[in-house]
T-cell receptor, first 116, second 113 residues
Framework: GAVVSQHPSRVICKSGTSVKIECRSLDFQATTMFWYRQFPKQSLMLMATSNEGSKATYEQGVEKDKFLINHASLTLSTLTVTSAHPEDSSFYIC????????????FGQGTRLTVV | QQQVKQSPQSLIVQKGGISIINCAYENTAFDYFPWYQQFPGKGPALLIA?????SEKKEGRFTISFNKSAKQFSLHIMDSQPGDSATYFC????????????FGGGTRVLVKP
């Protein structure tokens, strides 16, 4: 199946700093990528839809100025958590669907963010 | 409002037994229903998916049953193995809404040897 690579897999940062997470589709192009957040023992919650060449669409309640999304190419989307606080500590996961190939989405391996 | 409700929250099954997980949805516009398997610290992996024009789909030991009128679908894991111990999520999406996945709450399955 198609591969989505997420980097880094783990990151620890100090409160007040910013962290960038990358999501790459390795063997396909993705016009749209999705970013999710998952707290321990909970389900995935969609944060935003990342659209190549245009602004991301954020779900209700997600601060767009705090979670900056850039989808600069058909294979790369980045999520930057700005001015991180301990409550931002979570598991962040991206997914991507091959352009024009229907609905099957492939997920990255996730990034564990810990803010200290 | 939770659009996809999943049950049970957890499940213990003996090796060789059948694991059954149920999901119910509310949005009749949903047209794609995948199941994902997630191991701790990893991203979800697609197991099997179904569309509403089919009532059942089987892939290996995994079967989805779909009841459009009841707005319910379920995952059956036959001959459950310890390696199947994971968290399973049902999900649903609609093309009209940009194929955004709405996930159920998840079911933690433990298969005892």
């Amino acid at each position: 199946g198609a591969v989505v690579s997420q980097h880094p897999s783990r990151v620890i940062c100090k409160s007040g700093t910013s962290v960038k997470i990358e999501c790459r589709s390795l063997d396909f192009q993705a016009t749209t990528m999705f970013w999710y957040r998952q707290f321990p023992k909970q389900s995935l919650m969609l944060m935003a839809t990342s659209n190549e060449g245009s602004k991301a669409t954020y779900e209700q309640g997600v601060e767009k100025d705090k979670f900056l999304i850039n989808h600069a190419s058909l294979t790369l989307s980045t999520l930057t958590v700005t001015s991180a606080h301990p409550e931002d500590s979570s598991f962040y996961i991206c997914s991507a669907a091959p352009t024009g190939a229907g609905t099957e989405a492939f997920f990255g391996q996730g990034t564990r963010l810990t803010v200290v | 409002q939770q659009q996809v409700k999943q049950s049970p929250q957890s499940l213990i099954v003996q090796k060789g037994g059948i694991s059954i997980i149920n999901c119910a949805y509310e949005n009749t516009a949903f047209d794609y229903f995948p199941w994902y398997q997630q191991f701790p610290g990893k991203g979800p992996a697609l197991l099997i998916a179904i569309r509403p024009d089919v009532s059942e789909k089987k892939e290996g030991r995994f079967t989805i049953s779909f009841n459009k009128s009841a707005k319910q679908f379920s995952l059956h894991i036959m001959d459950s193995q310890p390696g199947d111990s994971a968290t399973y999520f049902c999900a649903a999406s609609s093309k009209a809404a940009g194929n955004k996945l709405t996930f159920g709450g998840g079911t933690r399955v433990l298969v005892k040897p």
